[in-house]
């Protein structure tokens, strides 16, 4: 692989180069690039222009092209013009580690009773090399809350999980962890997280007992630009308390006149001294002892100013299987006051998910079954087409590559190299050499010749897509189907007797439907809400009031209609809701088969009559629906898709 492809965040810059530059020889490169052009993209949140791909990848344009061209075909990314859009279909490869781990299957009801019951955010975390990695949030809807995504990485010293996962570190991680320190002292890898900063004291002695500081400090002992008092043991970050008893003024636990890193700008001028001021993170070994001895650990602000959480591990045949955190505004609770008063409460949520899981492996141990396999993918077939379709333009080694990653899953968390041959459809030696590639990455770890994913396939698009709202995800598909059709198209929901507007593109025509998102109208004289009414069992029919003359205003007849709608999959509205308005609906369902919103077409009556309707526009939209419904399965396996 060319060494201008950067390693991937987060893991620790100088150990990731090295290995950068020990690449198996049977790795497959096309595959690590498709993997590093996928960590940009989730890098910059999900979208990129290509040619800022280009650049941050360190790949020539045609081959940005190629790999965002193949990665389209596969369903992960959208090309919308010059850039390069994840789409939800990304998923599926975080979605297999998940079901892999089983963790969430398990757990995330759990954490989202506690969430409810103590009225704040409450996450898991698993542990990711020297770092934290989240499988489940749930976040309290506040004006000040939780913007930690499913997937993020964080620096283990900076977190309250982190000392908990370090207890269980040897000297190996360990010395990853100093190496990741030196190498990236700002923490400029951890994208989710705030900056750290090194701050040197460079100060002289002016015969006043104060200090001349350089750069950020001034002689009050404060920070210019935030205003952080250093006297009362608070870093620039916000962090109070940077070991007991330290007072920033006077250096009281600092070694002064200590050589300090490599490169350091010399200070002129008689009589001057430096000194490395305390950092986040600085007391992360202590923390590790003080969590390994409590059980527990806390995090008072050390990611951003006012952040505070709660930690506790939860433990599976004696290993650390996940930490459970609930998390708070210094407005609520302070980090002591979250200790005292929820500690308690916590342990007994702990006690609950260790049984829920002593009971799943008791379970599985009862009735114990053949590891199970996917069915082949048919991915021989697709990638024949795909590059019949477009030529040299598709990287056939980049699609297997990925594959590979979908073969694991529930009930598959480890597989030898012939099951993933099997499940994927593809020949021995190509999985192989796709494993070898993966594992280099760290994405999969190999013992006694089986495979296992790693956290770091959450990685790749997760964090961005696991905010993804329903109408972000319906929205590609209504601007193709009204560009098909040059009809208005809409996504709507239900609320209460009404509907809602979520998503909307408009024709320019001269005659056409002019309704903006968030408009309410009346659910029982429009498609949207009949396809979306005739779900519910009891639906409410009251106040049917005659909008046209041809409104439906009987309670009966209505039902028969709904009825009807239920049974045919569509509703189709003629002029009911305003003269000259015609209009076709479909239901979008999620998952297990609950209507949670719908989509319809609409036109002026001038446009088709409503045979042409069933016969033209119907087929069309309910494909449109069955991508919307395929991408909203995959996006809500493991979290609550938001309608809105």
């Not at 499988?135 to 982190?162: C, N, V």
């Not at 006690?351 to 991915?379: D, I, K, W």
């Not at 239901?587 to 042409?612: D, F, L, Q």
Request: aromatic content about 4%.
């Amino acid at each position: 692989m060319p060494s201008n492809v950067a390693p991937a965040p987060g893991t620790g810059t100088s150990s990731a180069a090295s290995a950068e530059a020990a690449v198996p020889a049977e790795a497959v490169t096309p595959l690590i690039r498709g993997i590093a052009v996928l960590r940009r993209l989730t890098d910059a949140d999900g979208v990129s222009s290509l040619s800022g791909l280009e650049r941050s990848t360190g790949l020539a344009r045609s081959t940005v092209d190629r790999i965002t061209a193949t990665l389209a075909r596969r369903g992960y990314v959208r090309l919308d013009g010059r850039d390069a859009v994840l789409a939800p279909r990304l998923m599926e490869l975080g979605n297999a580690y998940l079901a892999a781990l089983r963790l969430p299957r398990l757990l995330d009801a759990h954490a989202d009773a506690l969430a409810d019951e103590l009225d704040e955010s409450v996450s898991l975390a698993v542990g990711d090399q020297d770092g934290i990695r989240f499988i489940h949030q749930a976040t309290r809807r506040r004006a000040m809350s939780l913007s930690f995504r499913i997937g993020d990485l964080l620096p283990a010293e900076r977190t309250a999980p982190g000392p908990l996962f370090a207890t269980e570190w040897g000297e190996r991680e360990w010395a990853r962890w100093h190496e990741r320190r030196a190498a990236d002292p700002e923490d400029r890898g951890f994208p989710a997280v705030p900056a750290r900063s090194r701050p040197i004291e460079y100060g002289e002695d002016d015969g006043n007992g104060e200090k001349d500081w350089n750069g950020a400090y001034r002689t009050n002992g404060k920070n210019g630009k935030n205003g952080r008092n250093l006297a009362d043991g608070k870093d620039l970050a916000g962090r109070k308390g940077l070991g007991v008893g330290t007072d920033l003024t006077v250096g009281k636990g600092l070694t002064v006149g200590n050589d300090l890193a490599a490169g350091r700008p010399e200070e002129p001028g008689a009589g001057r001294s430096a000194r490395r001021l305390p950092a986040l993170g600085d007391d992360f070994e202590q923390r590790t002892t003080e969590a390994r001895e409590a059980g527990w650990a806390l995090d008072d602000q050390l990611i951003e100013p006012g952040l505070v959480a709660l930690s506790m591990p939860v433990r599976e045949a004696g290993r650390i299987a996940c930490v459970v955190s609930v998390v708070s505004h210094t407005s609520r609770h302070t980090a002591a006051d979250l200790r005292d008063t929820l500690l308690p409460r916590l342990r007994e949520a702990v006690a609950a998910m260790e049984r829920e899981l002593r009971e799943a492996q008791h379970a599985e141990s009862a009735t114990p079954t053949p590891r199970a396999t996917a069915a082949p993918s048919g991915l021989a077939v697709w990638t024949g087409a795909s590059k019949q379709e477009l030529g040299r333009e598709f990287i056939e080694s980049l699609a297997r590559g990925l594959t590979v990653i979908t073969a694991f899953g529930e009930g598959r968390a480890e597989l030898n190299l012939t099951e993933v041959a099997q499940a994927t459809g593809l020949a021995r030696a190509t999985a192989r050499r796709a494993l070898i590639t993966l594992e280099h990455l760290g994405y999969v770890t190999a013992h006694d010749r089986v495979f296992r994913l790693t956290p770091r396939v959450l990685g790749l698009g997760f964090p961005p897509l696991s905010r993804t709202s329903l109408a972000e995800i319906a929205a590609p598909h209504l601007t193709e189907l009204s560009q098909r059709l040059h009809d208005s198209v809409s996504l709507a929901v239900l609320t209460g007797d009404e509907i809602q507007y979520t998503g909307r593109v408009s024709t320019s025509r001269v005659m056409s439907v002019h309704i903006t998102i968030g408009t309410r109208l009346p659910a029982y004289p429009t498609a949207l809400g009949r396809v979306m009414l005739a779900d519910l069992p009891e639906p409410p029919l009251t106040e049917l009031l005659p909008l046209t003359p041809r409104t439906i205003t009987d309670p009966a007849r209505l039902k028969a209609v709904l009825d009807r709608v239920r049974e045919e999959g569509y509703a189709l509205v003629d002029e009911e809701l305003e003269v000259g308005l015609r209009s076709v609906a479909v239901p979008v369902r999620e998952r297990g088969g609950r209507v949670v919103a719908a989509v319809n077409v609409a036109m002026h009556s001038s446009r088709r009559t409503t045979e042409e309707c069933v016969a033209e526009v119907l087929p069309e939209l309910r494909a449109t629906v069955g991508r919307i419904e395929e991408d909203l399965w995959v996006a809500g396996r493991f979290r609550r898709v938001p309608r809105t």
